[in-house]
């Protein structure tokens, strides 16, 4: 059942903005959300009643000991915020607490074998695959955004694949996160004995999930690919550095679209530049609210309240968050917040430097990419991100050292 209620989740995930329940004031309730609280709570009761065990992984620690910060925060919001705009920031909270604790589900259900890790791998690109596949059609069925109504706070993307997310930076966010997965069977660690069992399939799922990430023409996914890859290529092999090169070098000159996407990055008029004022804002807000924040996820309510966000613009869904994630962190839950929840990224990165652990090149990857890019988009509290990356994060981890709450 509890291995039903995974796969069920993650199909959940992947249908994304088909599964709204409902849309207002900024707020939406998906399908997927109440998936995930069900499998986390189902999960929790299901080890800590039946299996008399629930283990805590090391590296969600300090993931769980940020809700704290962030817990004050918005307690001392509801000086300035109505309560609704308070019980708003504490079911975001609850979401987040609901999704860590779904990757610590996870986690002890490879302990207890109830799932092997190769499965919830296959599973992962399977959703990526999915996703991938629903983006082409996408590209056929609705190539332009902009004949979307308005009031539905999307950005008017032509010609990108956004899939299910209807947004083509968190999907490619997602294609690289799956990529690191494949690239770490392709290229395994020399003491794993799984360089045997590289075949067909791996590489079909390689190249339709490249060709959905270049098909996004996301200058920041594209990125945290160059990243991952790099990584791969300076680790495990040389032969994929010069094939990226090339690839990336080729594309550059026979894509006009990939020279527009790369060189507009300088043009005023450019999404980039837009990213820079994001920023401006978020650092004067961080300046007045540097102890506390100004309440985790209120940040919405603070950009109405400096004049940034009009009223009329509740439905844009970046309203709710800042181009930086870790800027966005910093705001909202204070400088004690932004520290917990930095650590919690840079311990594992400084850890997997060390190379103790079969896993460390796929945590090493993915934190180090996700990191530089969720300074251009707010990835880090995606919530199909957060199912993805936690219990990678926890399972790649092949010490399994954890606590042990029973």
């Not at 308070?86 to 207890?112: A, E, H, P």
């Not at 844009?316 to 839950?333: C, K, P, Q, R």
Request: contains cysteine; proline residues 3%; charged residues 15%.
């Amino acid at each position: 059942m509890l291995v039903a209620s995974f796969y069920i989740t993650l199909f959940l995930l992947s249908l994304n903005q088909l599964s709204v329940l409902s849309k207002s004031g900024g707020v939406s309730v998906y399908l997927f959300d109440i998936s995930v609280i069900l499998f986390s709570l189902f999960g929790t009761c299901y080890f800590l009643i039946l299996k008399k065990s629930f283990k805590i992984p090391r590296y969600a620690y300090l993931y769980v000991f940020f809700i704290l910060p962030a817990g004050i925060s918005l307690l001392l919001s509801s000086i300035e915020f109505s309560t609704d705009k308070i019980m708003t920031g504490f079911f975001y909270l609850l979401r987040y607490f609901s999704y860590l604790l779904s990757g610590v589900v996870v986690y002890n259900m490879v302990d207890k074998r109830l799932l092997s890790k190769k499965r919830i791998e296959d599973a992962f690109i399977l959703s990526g695959i999915f996703i991938a596949i629903a983006g082409f059609i996408q590209l056929i069925l609705l190539p332009d955004f902009t004949i979307l109504d308005p009031s539905l706070g999307w950005d008017p993307h032509k010609n990108r694949l956004a899939s299910t997310f209807f947004d083509p930076n968190f999907v490619g966010a997602y294609f690289v996160i799956c990529l690191a997965v494949l690239l770490e069977r392709i290229f395994p660690d020399k003491c794993t004995k799984e360089s045997s069992k590289t075949g067909f399939y791996t590489y079909f799922c390689l190249i339709v999930i490249l060709i959905g990430l270049i098909l996004t023409f996301s200058r920041s996914a594209w990125g945290m690919m160059g990243i991952v890859v790099l990584a791969y290529g300076v680790f495990r092999s040389k032969v994929l550095l010069l094939v990226a090169f090339f690839t990336a070098f080729m594309a550059y000159f026979a894509i006009p679209r990939v020279q527009t996407r790369i060189s507009g990055t300088t043009d005023p008029a450019d999404s980039a530049s837009l990213r820079i004022v994001s920023w401006g804002n978020t650092v004067r807000i961080i300046k007045d609210n540097i102890w506390t924040g100004v309440g985790f996820n209120t940040y919405r309510y603070a950009q109405e309240n400096y004049g940034f966000l009009t009223p009329d613009q509740d439905e844009i869904h970046s309203g709710a968050g800042s181009d930086s994630s870790l800027l966005l962190v910093f705001a909202t839950t204070g400088i004690l917040g932004f520290l917990i929840y930095f650590v919690a990224f840079l311990f594992p990165i400084i850890d997997s430097l060390k190379k103790r652990y079969l896993g460390w090149l796929v945590i090493l990857g993915i934190l180090i990419s996700l990191l530089i890019e969720s300074q251009f988009i707010n990835s880090l509290f995606y919530p199909q991100i957060m199912f993805i990356l936690f219990p990678i994060l926890f399972i790649f981890d092949n010490r399994l050292q954890y606590l042990s709450v029973l």
